[in-house]
């Protein structure tokens, strides 16, 4: 039992930070707590700090729109959290899909190897392609266009204020990602997970990889919802550097042997005495 | 560039253009197709919106879709559209018939919202220094509008409850009398409304008797024209002004209009 959780803490963290923070909206909405006031796209901390998505906000100026300065300044406190601290982290801690994501991949793994291991048809750098398509659609329709279709946003939102018929986009996306792609929306498609992959590219906290402590059982790969940013494991000790690390934890956690921790990256030039 | 020399690398360059022009391929079909849903989505014109809404268009990009507007209403009034509802999706709306809104002094959902969206300016007077001061009689949420043919009360009979329940009452809604043509000898004494103050809060519409109310909010947009300026109400010296202001020609030329009306007037056959 001990064991277990100590072979799941990040994830048992992760899920209590993702369902936590959805509670306290729920909480706001329905009871009138001050903690928590809004959804993922706008909010209000404590009746007093704003928080903005900055993807929705780069969309309402792509529309060639304004926000006020309060929606500009909650933008930039994420945008400084995650991009100077935190990293990706909100696609693994926050974001609600990522729970219907992880279902999916774990039916997927039970499901049998055949599936698990298929290779996807898509790109990983369809996301980035995707944000550029979003921001385009907004200067043309003048509204910003991925919050109009975001599963994201319907899945947040929907749990706050009801959800209608919303719950069809969720599904779909679970289906896409447990019969056709495997991570295919978080890790493929979703244009908000690859803005925070750009935002994040010199964010502090990473998970970093001891080389030596290494026994090359690739579990950490095996686990890894974005398995392109462990490419050093076994090759090199160093930090994970992509942008595109979700800072989940999960190969941490994984990990027998002790050579992946969180720690902060290193902003000076790199001396590895173990390449020397 | 493009030499013989290069000739091993233009598979690898090949390659390249080749997955590019597929992607920049995809991105406009996707493109084309996001653009197409989106500007059927958008096209709702019968959305009440909460007070110090900006016009419709600015309203839909601005709004994040939070919903702390929505949050802030004491009475509940406001509710985030739902995928199904037939409004766009995740913005605010009121149903007057059910639920309108109560007109709070301190216009808690416009004052809450993050993104201005809701304008403070718009449900505000300026208090003669710098500061604001929100006035919520200001609010355009929409313009009550009576069906007189099902309204009962131009039937002839005494119901007077829109004008009862109007906040603004005997501003926005006053009671007129009308002569009952069908008795001769009786009167009518029925509602109307007043454009200039009714702010489209909907309680009319809540206190009507009929089955489906016979005075609803429609958004102003829809609920009023438009008089074109070449037109000047006569004997009301404020519109008359306006007539300093026009401009020396206002004729409309046409080939018909150069020749002088006595010209044709005066042509054979008259």
């Not at chain 1, 309402?60 to 990293?87: C, E, K, M, N, W």
């Not at chain 1, 369809?126 to 043309?140: A, C, M, N, P």
């Not at chain 2, 992607?23 to 009440?48: C, F, H, I, N």
């Amino acid at each position: 039992m001990i064991s277990a959780i100590r072979n799941n803490r990040y994830l048992i963290l992760r899920r209590i930070s993702q369902v936590g923070i959805m509670l306290l909206f729920v909480c706001g909405n329905l009871l009138g707590w001050k903690v928590l006031a809004g959804n993922l796209s706008s909010s209000r901390v404590m009746g007093m700090v704003p928080l903005t998505d900055p993807f929705a906000v780069l969309q309402i100026f792509a529309s060639r729109h304004l926000v006020s300065a309060d929606a500009l300044t909650g933008a930039v406190i994420v945008a400084l959290f995650f991009g100077l601290f935190a990293g990706r982290a909100f696609c693994s801690w926050v974001c609600p899909v990522n729970m219907v994501a992880d279902l999916a991949g774990w039916l997927r793994k039970k499901a049998g190897p055949e599936l698990d291991r298929a290779e996807p048809a898509i790109s990983r750098k369809t996301r980035y392609w995707v944000i550029g398509v979003s921001l385009f659609v907004s200067l043309f329709t003048g509204i910003a266009a991925f919050e109009w279709i975001s599963p994201i946003s319907m899945l947040h939102r929907g749990l706050v204020f009801g959800i209608g018929t919303g719950w069809t986009l969720v599904l779909a996306v679970f289906l896409f990602d447990l019969l056709l792609i495997k991570q295919g929306f978080c890790g493929h498609l979703c244009p908000l997970g690859g803005f925070y992959s750009v935002m994040t590219r010199f964010s502090l906290l990473r998970v970093s990889h001891q080389k030596e402590k290494c026994s090359l059982c690739l579990k950490c790969l095996e686990i890894c919802p974005e398995r392109q940013v462990l490419q050093m494991v076994g090759r090199q000790s160093s930090a994970v550097l992509s942008g595109e690390c979700t800072n989940c934890g999960r190969c941490i956690e994984v990990c027998r042997d002790g050579a992946m921790k969180f720690g902060g990256r290193s902003y000076v030039a790199k001396h590895d005495p173990t390449i020397a | 560039m493009g030499s013989e020399t290069d000739g091993e690398k233009m598979p690898e360059r090949r390659k390249f253009l080749l997955s590019m022009a597929k992607s920049l391929g995809a991105a406009t079909v996707g493109g084309l197709a996001w653009t197409g849903y989106l500007d059927g989505k958008k096209a709702y014109p019968s959305v009440l919106r909460p007070p110090g809404a900006v016009t419709e268009e600015d309203f839909l990009a601005r709004c994040t879709k939070c919903g702390i507007c929505v949050e802030a209403c004491p009475y509940q009034a406001l509710i985030l559209a739902r995928p199904g509802d037939e409004r766009p999706v995740g913005t605010p709306y009121f149903q007057m018939r059910e639920n309108p809104c109560r007109m709070c002094r301190d216009i808690p959902c416009t004052a809450a919202c993050p993104t201005g969206a809701l304008d403070r300016m718009l449900v505000s007077d300026s208090d003669g220094q710098d500061g604001l001061k929100l006035n919520i009689n200001k609010a355009l949420i929409g313009l009550a509008v009576i069906d007189r043919e099902t309204c009962i009360a131009y039937w002839g009979i005494q119901c007077d409850a829109c004008y009862r329940a109007c906040p603004l009452i005997d501003k926005a809604l006053t009671v007129e009398p009308v002569r009952n043509e069908r008795t001769g000898r009786h009167a009518i004494l029925g509602p109307v409304i007043h454009s200039g103050h009714c702010t489209g809060c909907g309680m009319c519409e809540r206190a009507c008797v009929t089955k489906k109310a016979a005075v609803f909010v429609l958004p102003r947009t829809m609920a009023m024209g438009e008089s074109s300026n070449r037109y000047i109400k006569g004997w009301e010296s404020s519109d008359e002004e306006r007539m300093n202001e026009a401009p020396e020609e206002t004729r409309t030329v046409t080939p018909r209009s150069e020749k002088s009306p006595m010209d044709y007037l005066n042509k054979d056959g008259f």
